[in-house]
């Protein structure tokens, strides 16, 4: 491995978990979006920024970005704060009003200068290790790496100092405003970080890979916890492990490296998607399966309760009297007979002691109709799940 | 969580440590930026050098996204020549930086003088980067780029020599040979309306004037009353074609068409121009006089 290539990968590291940690709190309050729409935003910032030093290459244009991101999420969060319209909507109206101005501007004013977000903002990190910084004559390292480090530095202390007033402001902003600090501080402070992070990491790897290192992470540890802590170290990793694999498949096709790793964060929300516990795809879908066989074998002891007459419970009837397919009686049957809900004397089905009280018990709850009380009374009386 | 972050921490480490195969090359190794940058020092080198072009045929350079190999082309590269004047967008600045930092790296634009470069009508310090579609610019690069690769890599210098002798002895014959094609068309009927403005320099080199239809930036879109504008020019100048270029969409160039018929008149996309980058490698257009003298029969053609 060349140095190139580690400075590469300690770049889009650092970048991926300046993203993630502001990205967490902006999926929690649907906010996601707003990198995406700081890309486009910041053009009339770099237009006059230009207009006053008619230099591509200074860095006052990267000022005036920053500025112009800042002011979009001022904006969005005052339209957001007057309650009139929902988050996206409010993302919605700002941006591109922004950016045509940006546009108007260059028609009217450069027509003929080469005058765009790419001119203007790096946004390659292949090319990030040979844009050095030096100081003095000594080669202090990537001009990127300082500008990201600055940026996750500065965001890791106000996240530890804020911490538990971003968390109260993000789950519940009431609570927050009684207990005597204003959520709408904390979010036009959250607001800020995400934006500066945007513009730097914007000039560090580019566009879609920053509004990707925003959402996917946070959006993937969404579906594993809900746990804040959990939540913003998880992501920061996820962050991290996308950009190394994603950098050396890169290496292995020879192809763009913000590609690569956008589509390993893509897979990797995939694959979450699919086998997050509880939250997951295929747990839901099992979970489901469950409830219908539970459902249906208290529909079974119901019947059984209601009904003396032993014709009615007679193993081989069954079918005739409740209208099952002979698969699902089967395992409605096994289910109740595992868990020790029935017996089976001469043919003729009985509930045992518990499966008396349990019919009982999901009565009472039938007739308040309580969700988390069956689940209750399921973990009391089940030996084996549906 | 704690096992995940030392597994993590053991994850990186690992792949830190991995041993850097280098290779070594024993040729003297050229990077390049734009196709027309590849051709002329494949040509000026010949087999004595390795030239790596990092842009491949029909690639907008302003648009241009690296792939990872690049990176180890630009660290491994002897000299990395590029074009300048912004052509490559914020990759200039890197090139400009990597000089300072004691890497070799020449920019075309700089081998001109000022009263070669087309400036911007608004801006003073933006100019037109389209600089190879002079052919004395490129006789100037030429001769320049031959000092500098001599200079930079003595051992080859008689090789740089040679060949720049016999190549701008093959850019005069060019220039002869275009200049007559050019001739068999009257001078009234010398208007080039194009995509974007790429064809300045062509436009001051053959007495055309060149109308484009976007800015000189490809990423801004041609505006409706530019449109306007440009389909009355063509009708008012009896405009008998329009071109679409090979790294430029070719919609607004249709819309310009569609403009003209609304009102009542034709006019008729005369073919695809190289403007940006050259064809593929394998055909003559992939090389600069082959790109030129398939341009300029492509619109002496369409206008006659």
């Known amino acids: ?386 | 969580m704690r096992k995940i972050i030392t597994f993590f921490v053991l994850f990186i480490s690992l792949i830190a440590c991995k041993p850097s195969a280098k290779k070594e090359n024993i040729k003297f190794t050229v990077v390049t930026t734009t196709t027309m940058i590849t051709d002329l020092v494949k040509v000026l080198g010949g087999d004595a050098i390795e030239v790596k072009g990092i842009m491949g045929a029909g690639v907008d350079p302003h648009l241009y996204k690296a792939s990872e190999g690049d990176v180890t082309k630009l660290s491994q590269a002897d000299l990395i020549i590029y074009n300048g004047l912004h052509l490559e967008g914020k990759l200039v600045d890197v090139f400009e930086k990597m000089n300072q930092m004691g890497k070799q790296t020449i920019a075309l634009s700089d081998f001109l003088s000022h009263d070669q470069i087309i400036n911007s009508e608004m801006f003073a310090s933006s100019h037109d980067p389209h600089i190879w579609f002079s052919i004395e610019n490129w006789k100037t690069i030429t001769s320049g780029l031959v000092k500098a690769l001599s200079k930079a890599n003595p051992e080859n210098k008689d090789v740089y020599q040679k060949n720049g002798a016999a190549y701008l002895k093959e850019l005069e014959q060019l220039k002869t040979e275009m200049t007559v094609v050019i001739e068999s068309l009257p001078r009234k009927k010398r208007i080039l309306v194009t995509a974007h403005d790429a064809f300045s320099y062509f436009g001051k080199e053959f007495d055309f004037e060149v109308v484009g239809l976007q800015g000189l930036s490809t990423a801004t879109e041609a505006g409706v009353k530019d449109v306007q504008r440009i389909s009355d020019f063509i009708i008012e100048n009896k405009v008998k074609a329009i071109f679409i270029e090979s790294s430029v969409p070719k919609r607004t160039v249709e819309a310009l068409q569609a403009s003209v018929e609304s009102k009542g008149h034709e006019v008729k996309i005369g073919g695809q121009l190289f403007s940006d980058a050259l064809g593929n490698p394998t055909e003559e257009t992939g090389k600069y006089i082959g790109m030129y003298t398939y341009n300029v029969n492509t619109i002496v053609n369409a206008l006659k």
């Open chain 1, 1 to 386: 491995m060349t140095n190139a290539q580690l400075e590469i990968q300690i770049i889009l590291s650092l970048v991926a978990v300046a993203c993630a940690l502001p990205g967490v709190f902006l999926v929690l309050r649907k906010m996601a979006l707003i990198s995406d729409a700081i890309s486009h935003s910041i053009l009339p910032g770099i237009v006059i920024g230009f207009f006053i030093t008619q230099d591509l290459a200074s860095p006052l244009l990267i000022l005036m970005a920053t500025l112009t991101g800042v002011l979009t999420v001022v904006l969005v969060e005052y339209i957001q704060k007057t309650g009139l319209v929902k988050e996206d909507t409010a993302i919605g109206l700002v941006f591109p009003a922004l950016f045509s101005l940006g546009v108007i501007l260059i028609a009217r004013n450069a027509g003929d200068v080469h005058l765009d977000v790419d001119a203007v903002l790096l946004g390659e990190v292949a090319f990030a290790p040979f844009d050095r910084w030096m100081y003095n004559g000594i080669d202090m390292g990537p001009r990127s790496l300082w500008m990201i480090g600055t940026i996750l530095s500065v965001s890791m202390i106000m996240l530890i100092l804020f911490y538990k007033e971003l968390k109260i402001a993000t789950f519940d902003a009431g609570l927050a405003a009684s207990l005597g600090f204003t959520p709408i501080g904390i979010h036009y402070g959250l607001m800020t970080v995400s934006s500066v992070t945007t513009v730097g990491a914007f000039d560090a790897i580019g566009a879609i890979l920053v509004v990707a290192f925003m959402i996917v992470p946070a959006a993937c540890v969404y579906l594993l916890t809900t746990n804040l802590k959990k939540m913003l170290v998880g992501s920061s990793l996820v962050g991290i492990f996308a950009s190394i694999t994603g950098y050396w498949l890169a290496h292995a096709l020879d192809t763009s490296i913000a590609g690569t790793i956008a589509t390993v964060l893509g897979l990797l929300f995939f694959m979450v998607y699919l086998f997050a516990p509880n939250k997951g795809y295929i747990s839901q879908w099992y979970k489901t399966k469950q409830q219908k066989t539970e459902v249906a074998m208290l529909v079974f002891m119901l019947h059984l309760a209601n009904h003396e007459d032993e014709r009615e419970r007679n193993i081989n009837h069954l079918q005739e009297h409740i209208n099952w397919s002979k698969q699902r009686a089967k395992k409605v049957l096994r289910l109740a007979y595992q868990n020790n809900m029935i017996e089976v004397k001469d043919e003729v089905i009985n509930l045992t002691e518990k499966g008396l009280a349990f019919t009982e018990k999901a009565i009472s709850y039938i007739s308040d109709n309580k969700n988390s009380e069956l689940e209750g009374i399921k973990q009391n009386f089940f030996l084996f799940r549906g």
